[in-house]
C-alpha cells in the first residue's frame, strides 16, 4: 500500500526498532522515508545495510562515505552523523530505498526485493527537483536501462535524475567523489 500524499509517507512514520537485521525480510519498514513536498533532492539508496538496520540509522556503517560525501561535496553545512538523517529536510534533502522491508547488500536481496512503482508513486507525490541513486544497481532497477554516473537524460516526471557512485565501504574500489559534486553544482542551479 502507498501512500498517495508525500506529508503523510513522511509525518505518520514511526521511528521504531526493527528486527535483528540477520532476518532478511521484515513487516515493517527497515528505515522510514524521510520525504516532503518541496525537496531539492531525494537520495534513493537499495536497501538497508545489517548495520543501518541496527542503529534505525541510514548509512550507518563507519566505512560508508556518504555523511561525508554530503559534507565535502556541500550539500550540508557540516558533517551529520547517521543517527541526525531526521535533520535532512532543513536542507532541502529527503532520503527513501527501493527495497523498503529487506536488509543486506544487493547480491542478499531476492529479486523481488526492489518495490519500483512504490518509488515511483513517492516521488511523483513528493516531486523533489532532483532524484540521486546512491548506485547503479538501483538506478538499472528503476530505469531499466544501463546507467552512467552523473545526470540522466531520462527524468521522471519533473525530477530530473542522478547516478551516484555508491558509497559503501565494500565499493571503495569504484569510489569518487567528482559526481557528488557535479550533483551539488547541479541542485545549486536555478529552477527552470
Given at each position: 500500500?502507498h501512500?498517495s500524499?508525500?506529508?503523510?509517507?513522511f509525518?505518520?512514520?514511526a521511528f521504531?526498532?526493527r528486527?535483528p537485521?540477520?532476518?532478511?525480510?521484515?513487516h515493517?519498514?527497515?528505515l522510514?522515508?524521510?520525504?516532503?513536498p518541496?525537496l531539492?533532492?531525494?537520495?534513493?539508496g537499495?536497501?538497508?545495510?545489517?548495520?543501518?538496520?541496527?542503529?534505525?540509522a541510514y548509512y550507518?556503517h563507519?566505512?560508508?562515505?556518504?555523511w561525508r560525501a554530503l559534507?565535502q561535496?556541500g550539500?550540508?553545512p557540516r558533517?551529520?552523523?547517521?543517527?541526525?538523517?531526521p535533520?535532512?529536510?532543513?536542507f532541502?534533502?529527503?532520503?527513501?530505498?527501493?527495497?523498503?522491508?529487506?536488509?543486506g547488500?544487493?547480491?542478499?536481496?531476492?529479486?523481488?526485493?526492489?518495490d519500483?512503482?512504490?518509488?515511483l508513486?513517492?516521488i511523483?507525490s513528493?516531486r523533489?527537483?532532483?532524484?540521486?541513486?546512491t548506485s547503479?544497481?538501483g538506478?538499472r532497477?528503476v530505469?531499466g536501462?544501463?546507467v552512467?554516473?552523473?545526470?540522466?537524460?531520462?527524468a521522471?516526471?519533473s525530477?530530473?535524475?542522478f547516478?551516484?557512485p555508491s558509497?559503501?565501504?565494500?565499493?571503495?574500489?569504484?569510489w569518487d567523489i567528482?559526481p557528488?559534486e557535479?550533483?551539488?553544482?547541479?541542485?545549486?542551479?536555478?529552477s527552470?
Amino acid at each position: 500500500m502507498h501512500s498517495s500524499s508525500c506529508t503523510a509517507a513522511f509525518g505518520k512514520v514511526a521511528f521504531m526498532r526493527r528486527a535483528p537485521a540477520t532476518s532478511g525480510k521484515t513487516h515493517t519498514t527497515i528505515l522510514p522515508d524521510v520525504l516532503q513536498p518541496g525537496l531539492r533532492l531525494v537520495f534513493c539508496g537499495t536497501a538497508a545495510g545489517k548495520r543501518s538496520a541496527q542503529e534505525g540509522a541510514y548509512y550507518a556503517h563507519p566505512g560508508n562515505m556518504f555523511w561525508r560525501a554530503l559534507f565535502q561535496a556541500g550539500l550540508t553545512p557540516r558533517l551529520l552523523a547517521p543517527q541526525e538523517f531526521p535533520l535532512l529536510p532543513v536542507f532541502g534533502i529527503g532520503l527513501t530505498d527501493l527495497a523498503k522491508r529487506h536488509v543486506g547488500n544487493d547480491n542478499q536481496l531476492p529479486k523481488d526485493a526492489f518495490d519500483v512503482p512504490g518509488l515511483l508513486v513517492k516521488i511523483q507525490s513528493c516531486r523533489p527537483g532532483t532524484l540521486a541513486f546512491t548506485s547503479k544497481h538501483g538506478a538499472r532497477a528503476v530505469l531499466g536501462a544501463e546507467v552512467s554516473h552523473g545526470l540522466q537524460h531520462r527524468a521522471l516526471g519533473s525530477t530530473a535524475v542522478f547516478v551516484l557512485p555508491s558509497p559503501s565501504g565494500q565499493a571503495r574500489g569504484h569510489w569518487d567523489i567528482a559526481p557528488w559534486e557535479a550533483l551539488a553544482a547541479h541542485i545549486a542551479l536555478p529552477s527552470e
